[in-house]
């Protein structure tokens, strides 16, 4: 389980300086705003689940909360996006699932983003499970300690010791194929 396994196509320095390129023209005034990050990231404002799973990305990078993204905070989610190692990417999962930044994540909580990644990815996989199923699954083999809850440590093992586990927690859905194939599409 390496960490490009989930990736089919490596962005090169040149590709990194389109998309900040596109940024500067797209967003003159310095802030990339959530309308915005959906039409570069082709999302339509009809799919409520790829509407709810980009505004939890948005939210995820924008680190100071002010509701907009600057030049700093896309190109450090580009490089986490496109090119972070696993670790990161995990942490990053981790962060995005953990709704009230409490540290832990609950049953509520993981089951919010499965029911989301379930309508975009995973029907269209060989998983035949419900979201609770999934969500029952994932706390049997990640929560060691049986509290009802998974600690960063518990979801970092859990996803690196469980092939299954990993491709559901990493929350990716080929990120580099999808930011290029969208970029292509902006005039």
Not at 61 to 74: G, I, Q, R, S, W
Not at 156 to 167: F, P, S, T, Y
Request: glycine fraction near 4%; charged fraction near 30%; proline fraction near 2%.
């Amino acid at each position: 389980m390496g960490q490009d396994e989930s990736r089919t196509e490596e962005l090169d320095s040149s590709q990194i300086q389109e998309l900040c390129l596109l940024f500067m023209k797209e967003c003159p005034s310095g802030a990339l705003h959530l309308h915005e990050f959906k039409r570069i990231f082709g999302v339509q404002s009809t799919s409520v689940e790829e509407s709810l799973y980009i505004e939890t990305i948005f939210h995820s990078f924008d680190t100071n909360k002010d509701n907009a993204l600057d030049f700093l905070e896309y190109v450090a989610a580009l490089h986490l996006l496109l090119r972070g190692n696993l670790e990161d990417r995990l942490k990053w999962s981790f962060k995005m699932y953990d709704k009230d930044g409490n540290g832990k994540l609950d049953r509520q909580e993981v089951k919010r983003l499965i029911k989301i990644i379930h309508k975009i990815k995973l029907q269209r996989s060989d998983i035949n499970m419900t979201p609770s199923e999934i969500c029952d699954r994932i706390f049997e083999l990640v929560d060691n300690n049986n509290d009802g809850q998974i600690s960063l440590s518990e979801f970092m093992e859990g996803a690196q010791k469980d092939e299954w586990v990993m491709n559901l927690l990493k929350l990716d859905v080929n990120a580099t194929s999808w930011v290029l194939h969208n970029c292509e599409k902006l005039p």
